[in-house]
């Protein structure tokens, strides 16, 4: 039986294709950040999409998290795209991996003014009519997952800049009392899940942030069942807000949680170490103004890979946003994360560089094969690239590198002209070899 692997190979050899193995996240901190996180009483969580969540995804997505928030799935225009019918099944599946993975689910959103099915927007209700159509989703939707969601962003970025209510369906039809109606409804379905108002630009004190304060305070007041305020924080490099924990400092002194919930940093692309550097340092401060302020609960990033990110489609030119680049290997801005939740890494947080193995043909009996050594936010001036060919493949001939192989273990050094890699950069140096049987593809470790 050929492996999985070899089967994909001659896939990839018959359609000219080149597979492409990145070397797992060598770099990576010494304790998983979900660990961290935990060890200091707080959320580290990321927006997921379901049907990512197999292979290097699922497997970050399982290890460094401890709460996952649906990007999408949970909202109403994909769990009722036709009144009356109702589609759950990415949202039970992400529900499913995170309590296999022993995750919090952080339920998004119930109230919003975006992504409602055309059949709610299109419609002509009675105020009576839309009520009860917002009655029954909450009641469905949180009932559906009721003790399976930690905290509900039921009602979602409510406010216009200037701190006066957005003129949306739900303010137009019912009034601001479709704030406390909602969460009073939420409650009702499921009593021990935390309820959050959530919306952006609310991260520091401004006229915004004050008005979602006046509104907690007032809902306080009144007895109506509030947890929680969701600052989303979809930032610009360089623009935290310096009032960033002042104002996590308040909400928290009127006596409701803080959740960091949408955390990004996007930049004008391409990126480069210096702004990767300045990216890991505005993770960080975020972090850390979490970590100072008991009542905050934790920080969720909307979305840990650049490849699963909102940023580049919604603002073009701007991305590289989260702290995984598009192959998977941890940014500056992950390092920074740890080490706000106290962690130590084995690297210098200044970036990475990571191996690719790929196999560019293959015969019956040998196979040329390709190593690319890529560096982002660092710099090599030479390199040393190890592996084991475990299933018997032998180099007969390299270039671009001086390649040595001792039973299973191979060592390739840099030639003379090629040992710098400059940040942004890459080198390449190929092989030939011999194989039988199978040829499985081997992690490449840089030294
Ligand atoms: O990440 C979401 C993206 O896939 C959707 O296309 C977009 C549609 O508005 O919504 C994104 O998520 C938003 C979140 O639900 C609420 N805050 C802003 C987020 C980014 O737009």
Redesign the pocket.
């Known amino acids: 039986m050929r492996s999985l692997r070899t089967g994909s190979s001659l896939a990839a050899l018959v359609t000219g294709a080149a597979l492409l193995f990145t070397a797992p996240a060598a770099h990576a901190a010494d304790t998983p950040l979900r660990d961290l996180a935990a060890a200091k009483g707080k959320v580290i969580g990321t927006?997921v999409t379901g049907s990512k969540l197999t292979g290097t995804y699922g497997d970050i997505a399982g290890a460094q998290f401890n709460s996952l928030t649906p990007?999408?799935a949970m909202?109403w225009g994909t769990v009722e795209p036709t009144q009356g019918s109702f589609n759950w099944t990415e949202a039970d599946q992400i529900v499913a991996f995170a309590q296999a993975h022993n995750q919090q689910v952080r339920g998004?959103?119930l109230v919003w003014h975006?992504?409602n099915p055309s059949w709610l927007t299109n419609g002509t209700w009675t105020s009576a009519q839309l009520s009860s159509l917002l009655q029954n989703h909450i009641g469905t939707e949180v009932g559906r997952y009721k003790g399976k969601i930690t905290a509900w962003d039921v009602v979602?970025?409510p406010f216009n800049e200037d701190g006066t209510y957005r003129s949306t369906l739900w303010y137009n039809g019912l009034g601001a009392d479709y704030i406390p109606n909602a969460l009073t409804w939420a409650h009702a379905a499921d009593p021990a899940a935390k309820l959050y108002i959530n919306d952006?630009n609310v991260e520091g004190v401004n006229a915004k942030s004050t008005a979602l304060y006046n509104l907690v305070k007032d809902l306080k007041s009144r007895g109506v069942p509030i947890d929680g305020v969701g600052l989303?924080a979809?930032l610009i490099l360089g623009q935290v807000p310096s009032s960033l924990q002042q104002n996590i400092q308040r909400f928290a002194d009127l006596g409701v949680d803080v959740s960091v919930t949408?955390l990004d940093v996007r930049m004008a692309l391409p990126s480069d170490s210096t702004k990767l550097a300045q990216q890991a340092a505005d993770y960080k401060s975020v972090l850390n103004a979490c970590v100072a302020v008991t009542r905050c609960a934790g920080v969720t990033v909307?979305g840990f890979t650049d490849s699963d990110s909102?940023v580049p489609g919604?603002f073009p030119g701007y991305g590289a946003a989260t702290p995984y680049d598009e192959n998977y290997a941890p940014k500056p801005a992950y390092y920074a994360i740890a080490e706000a939740l106290g962690g130590t890494t084995t690297t210098p947080p200044t970036g990475a560089c990571t191996a690719t193995y790929s196999v560019t043909s293959q015969w019956n009996t040998g196979f040329t094969g390709q190593v690319t050594i890529g560096c982002s936010g660092a710099s090599l001036s030479s390199w040393k690239a190890s592996w084991t060919f475990g299933a018997g493949q032998q180099i007969t001939q390299a270039w671009n590198a001086t390649c040595s192989q001792s039973g299973t273990a191979v060592t390739c050094t840099n030639a003379s002209y090629n040992g710098s890699v400059p940040d942004g950069g890459s080198v390449t140096f190929g092989f030939n070899a011999s194989w039988s049987g199978s040829n499985p593809a081997p992690t490449v470790t840089l030294g």
Do not use: L, R, S, V
Request: hydrophobic share 20%; aromatic share 18%.
């Open positions: 927006a990007g999408n909202k998004h959103t975006n992504q979602n970025e952006y989303q979809h949408e909307w909102w919604t």
